[in-house]
């Protein structure tokens, strides 16, 4: 496994959007406003897919901002950018897919049901795929700390290059077997994972905090997939099943 990236410091966000004409600084912008910026570049856009995703039923507020903040088309191919804030999976090459903004935004909400501390994060949480990164940089803003771990060489050196301009302290990206989880770093307020196996190892339900949660897409008994919430309680781990999801297969080793 590699060890923690050399890119300290945190997102740069930019000025922050003009006011429109008329409104009061600080209200919230009104479908129909357009915040500065252009084409991919304005924050407008991100706004609209927030939008969506709220009437959709995501509701957690520091969530959504999080996802309006964090540019998506910075981590999908340039042939797909245009595709980037459509609610839809896009290839990012070796077989594998960014999820659709409601999908993460949902899994991300059902994570942060787990402890937050008094400024509303949770602690440090695991990340099974890392992708291109897109979901570890929208958690660095929710959470305290960030392990990220992918099996897949290519991805992994994608998801470091995509997330190197953005600075982020508190992600620490991982090459290596994520279905052993990252014994090092638990235990874990949270688990979430982009890919889903015939059951949750054991390993990460080893490395769970007391309090925490780990969400990922699992088989059930009828061999399709669900999204499967695990909370550890003192004494035992409570197993909700929810939706029907498709996500890749969960696979071990690396390549």
């Known amino acids: 496994m590699a060890s923690r990236p050399g890119f300290p410091a945190r997102i740069d966000l930019g000025p922050a959007p003009a006011t429109p004409r008329g409104a009061r600084a600080g209200a919230p912008v009104r479908e129909g406003t357009i915040p500065g910026g252009v084409g991919l570049e304005s924050s407008a856009i991100r706004h609209r897919m927030v939008m969506k995703l709220a009437a ?70 695991l990340e099974i795929g890392t992708g291109c990164g897109y979901q ?48 090092k770093g638990a235990p874990y307020a949270g688990i979430i994972a982009a890919a889903g196996g015939e059951s949750v190892p054991q390993a990460w339900m080893d490395q769970l905090a007391i309090g925490g949660r780990i969400v990922a897409p699992t088989q059930t008994a009828n061999g399709q997939q669900a999204l499967v919430v695990l909370e550890r309680t003192q004494h035992e781990l ?13 696979k071990s080793g690396i390549a």
């Open 56 to 125: 959709q039923g995501v509701s957690d507020p520091k969530l959504l901002e999080a996802m309006a903040t964090v540019e998506r088309h910075r981590f999908v191919d340039s042939a797909l950018v245009n595709q980037a804030y459509e609610d839809t999976s896009l290839p990012i090459g070796l077989g594998q897919t960014i999820s659709k903004p409601n999908v993460v935004a949902r899994m991300i909400e059902l994570l942060l049901g787990g402890r937050r501390d008094s400024n509303g994060r949770l602690g440090r949480v």
């Open 136 to 183: 570890a940089a929208v958690l660095s803003r929710l959470c305290t700390e960030v392990y990220s771990i992918e099996r897949l060489r290519g991805l992994h050196d994608k998801a470091r290059d995509n997330l190197r301009p953005f600075r982020l302290a508190n992600v620490h990206l991982l090459f290596g077997d994520g279905m052993a989880g990252f014994a």
């Open 238 to 250: 409570k197993q909700t099943v929810l939706e029907a999801v498709h996500f890749v297969p969960l």
